[in-house]
């Protein structure tokens, strides 16, 4: 499975951007979809993730504000994310897990198939 991120971009703090997650080789309807971030200097943590089954899961720090989900006749999943802060400046990368379990995986390790990443900066 391939994965490409677009949507990434410069806004200003409190505004909004969508991030795509385009997949081929495979249909994301199979696969448990996951969002993580890096900031320089820091870990790459789960942002968001939906399952294979339709379970989700967010971050504390973007709850009510970002929201994933999936188009599947366009093989694309997406991020929503509004009232952007600062500190959610990173590179977003897409990512897929083939496993269909019914945990909620938020450790990158638990992931087989991942995008290139998209830059996202939020200026104050």
């Known amino acids: 499975v391939q994965l490409v991120e677009s949507g990434g971009g410069l806004v200003q703090a409190g505004g909004s951007l969508r991030l795509s997650c385009a997949a081929s080789?495979?249909?994301?309807?199979?696969?448990?979809m996951g969002w993580f971030r890096q900031a320089p200097g820091k870990e790459r943590d789960i942002v968001v993730y939906?399952?294979?089954?339709?379970?989700?899961y967010y971050a504390d720090s973007v709850k009510g504000r970002f929201t994933i989900s999936r188009d599947n006749a366009k093989n694309t999943v997406y991020l929503q994310m509004n009232s952007l802060k600062v500190e959610d400046t990173a590179v977003y990368y897409c990512?897929?897990?083939?496993?269909?379990?019914?945990?909620?995986?938020?450790?990158?390790?638990?992931?087989?198939?991942w995008g290139q990443g998209t830059q996202v900066t939020v200026s104050s």
């Open positions: 080789g495979g249909t994301v309807s199979s696969y448990s």
């Open positions: 939906t399952s294979w089954s339709g379970v989700k």
């Open positions: 990512a897929a897990r083939a496993a269909r379990d019914y945990g909620i995986a938020t450790t990158l390790y638990e992931y087989d198939y």
